[in-house]
T-cell receptor
């Protein structure tokens, strides 16, 4: 079945560590997106990519980095510069003109 | 910059009754899409309904329909014959139809409770 796979479902990070969240899609979608969800704030865009080897900052990119080496993959790294990383992270993909499809998310907690 | 506002953090409805969730948005563009997404406790984002701004006819999907008022920049969702499975967080979202910045912009959400 085609879809978007995010892993892991739960992730724990120690202070000062970088962690990477995985997002893989087999839908042959060109565009991919990362959103952060905090209680009461909806979803905010971190980064998005329209094509391989190209990506753009969203509204809250500070403390995050991404890469897009393959069409199917768009990993998100939460760096130690992100001061409040505890949140729910959602990845999405779309054909550029179509409605995005979302993965099931990763819950990141700082311990 | 485009903004999306959902002014009702929480709503409740009796099972089998009708409820309307409100959404307003701000944009200077004329060609865009509007969406309602549902997020149940599993946190999976599920598309409920989509509206193209150039279409005057309101979109309908079974028990879900919208009231799209382009001049007023209003996009409300009506759920008829509410069911227990409709209980979820509902997000209104906006996206340009063309150009490089076609990412979704979301409202803050409305938590819907369905009472048996």
């Amino acid at each position: 079945d085609g879809g978007i796979t995010q892993s892991p479902k739960y992730l724990f990070r120690k202070e000062g560590q970088n962690v990477t969240l995985s997002c893989e899609q087999n839908l042959n979608h060109d565009a991919m997106y990362w959103y952060r969800q905090d209680p009461g704030q909806g979803l905010r865009l971190i980064y998005y990519s329209q094509i391989v080897n190209d990506f753009q900052k969203g509204d809250i990119a500070e403390g995050y980095s991404v890469s897009r080496e393959k069409k199917e993959s768009f990993p998100l790294t939460v760096t130690s510069a992100q001061k409040n990383p505890t949140a729910f992270y959602l990845c999405a993909s779309s054909v550029w003109t179509a409605t995005p499809t979302f993965g099931s998310g990763t819950r990141l907690t700082v311990v | 910059a485009q903004t999306v506002t959902q002014s009702q953090p929480e709503m409740s409805v009796q099972e089998a009754e009708t409820v309307t969730l409100s959404c307003t948005y701000d944009t200077s563009e004329s060609d865009y899409y509007l969406f309602w997404y549902k997020q149940p406790p599993s946190r999976q984002m599920i598309l409920v309904i989509r509206q193209e701004a150039y279409k005057q006819q309101n979109a309908t999907e079974n028990r879900f329909s919208v009231n799209f008022q382009k001049a007023a920049k209003s996009f409300s969702l009506k759920i008829s014959d509410s069911q227990l499975g409709d209980a979820a967080m509902y997000f209104c979202a906006y996206r340009l139809s063309s150009g490089s910045a076609r990412q979704l912009t979301f409202g803050s959400g409305t938590q819907l409770t369905v009472l048996p």
